[in-house]
Structures are given as structure tokens and as C-alpha cells.
């Protein structure tokens, strides 16, 4: 059972433009979503996270935004750079839980 | 560089064999986890140990066990591995216990586990 859901397995974006990645969840318990970033032959590298009580975050470039009510959540990178060329995984914990759900990533390529 | 480190980087073996997998937190965090990511999978939660004591357990199989110990680095035992065992097995790190908020973990660059 997929509780956190990346349907685009891939994007693509010219540089500079903006990479738009996103997210669905189904378990309304849910409180706290974090995005990862992960280059080939190494481990996931966190990037930004949110908590449930706000519905934007921000962080340089990268801000993600979170809809609650739509149990949704996206990344958004402006502008992009060839250098975010990488697989970027959202996940997803509640309080109440003991563990971190992941989605099954999404491959973004920025053209320069 | 994390700071997670994770070793061997590679392991092929054979079906039915026992394999160990091991994992040495950031300086000072507590908590270890070990995550399996399969082909075409996210990255699905094996177990977590917080300061030597099984903390969480996820979908892990019963033919794999974990410890940590006193040091703090921990061990992944994978035994009567199948062909659908293969995968990257990797570990991350926080200093936090629990999986909410403030709860950053630091992977580290993964085993990957090829059964023949």
C-alpha cells in the first residue's frame, strides 16, 4: 500500500525555468513531509522540509507547498540549474507513527 | 559527505546465502535506520534501533535481522537471501527518536546487494 504517491517517474526543464515536482498522500494523519534529493551512487540528501501547520516553506531556490485538503504537496525549484539534474523523493511521517514513508521519486533533467 | 558510512558498497552472492550488511552513524546521532529500495521502488522502511534498542519495525522480512551496538554502528543480517533480495539496502542517521518533526535523516551511500 503506497501511502505517498510520485506519479511522473521523470521531468524535464530547460534552465532557468521552473521545475515543478510533485506529490500525493493518503493518510490524513500525516503531520510532517520532507523532500530528498539523490544523485546516482550516493545516499539521499535532504533538502526541505514542512510541517502540517504551515503550507509554504522556502530555502533559496526551493520552496514546497503543501495542500492539506488535497493531501498534496509539490517542490518547486526556480530557477533551475543543470546542477538539480537528480532523482528527488518526498516522504511523509505523523506523530502518532514510527516510521517515514517514501515515494518512489521522481528523475528530474534540467537542459541547459 | 553525510557522514553515514556504509560498507561493503557492493555484494554479489548466491541464493540461500547469509550476508551482513553494516552501518556507522554521523558523529553523535542515536538513531540508525535501513531502508531496502528495489528496483523501480521508493525507499521502503526496514527498521529503526535508537541507542542500542529496536525502536520501529517496517516490512521487514523475518529472514532479516538487525542489531546496534554499543558504539553505535549498526548491523543489517539478511539470511536464505532470494533473487528478490537484490537491492540497494541503505542506512541513514538523526539524532531524534522519534519520525516527526525536526527529524532530518543522513543517509549513507548504500550496499548494493545483487543475490545470483
Known amino acids: 500500500d503506497q501511502q505517498v504517491k510520485q506519479n511522473s517517474p521523470s521531468l524535464s526543464v530547460q534552465e532557468g525555468r521552473i521545475s515543478i515536482l510533485n506529490c500525493d498522500y493518503t493518510n490524513s494523519m500525516f503531520d510532517y513531509f520532507l523532500w530528498y534529493k539523490k544523485y546516482p551512487a550516493e545516499g539521499p540528501t535532504f533538502l526541505i522540509s514542512?510541517?502540517?501547520?504551515?503550507d509554504k516553506n522556502e530555502d533559496g531556490r526551493f520552496t514546497v507547498f503543501l495542500n492539506k485538503s488535497a493531501k498534496h504537496l509539490s517542490l518547486h525549484i526556480v530557477p533551475s540549474q543543470p546542477g538539480d539534474s537528480a532523482v528527488y523523493f518526498c516522504?511523509?511521517?505523523?506523530?502518532?507513527?514510527?516510521?517515514?514513508?517514501f515515494g518512489t521519486g521522481t528523475s528530474l533533467t534540467v537542459i541547459p | 559527505d553525510s557522514g553515514v558510512t556504509q560498507t561493503p558498497k557492493h555484494l554479489i552472492t548466491a541464493t540461500g546465502q547469509r550476508v551482513t550488511l553494516r552501518c556507522s552513524p554521523r558523529s553523535g546521532d542515536l538513531s540508525v535506520y535501513w531502508y531496502q529500495q528495489s528496483l523501480d521502488q521508493g525507499l521502503q522502511f526496514l527498521i529503526q534501533y535508537y541507542n542500542g534498542e529496536e525502536r520501529a519495525k517496517g516490512n521487514i522480512l523475518e529472514r532479516f535481522s538487525a542489531q546496534q551496538f554499543p558504539d553505535l554502528h549498526s548491523e543489517l543480517n539478511l539470511s536464505s537471501l532470494e533473487l528478490g533480495d537484490s537491492a540497494l539496502y541503505f542506512c541513514?542517521?538523526?539524532?531524534?527518536?522519534?519520525?516527526?518533526?525536526?527529524?532530518?535523516?543522513?543517509f549513507g551511500p548504500g550496499t548494493r546487494l545483487t543475490v545470483l
Open positions: 516522504a511523509a511521517s505523523a506523530r502518532t507513527g514510527n516510521q517515514f514513508y
Open positions: 514542512i510541517s502540517s501547520i504551515k
Open positions: 541513514a542517521s538523526s539524532s531524534i527518536m522519534h519520525s516527526g518533526y525536526g527529524n532530518e535523516q543522513f
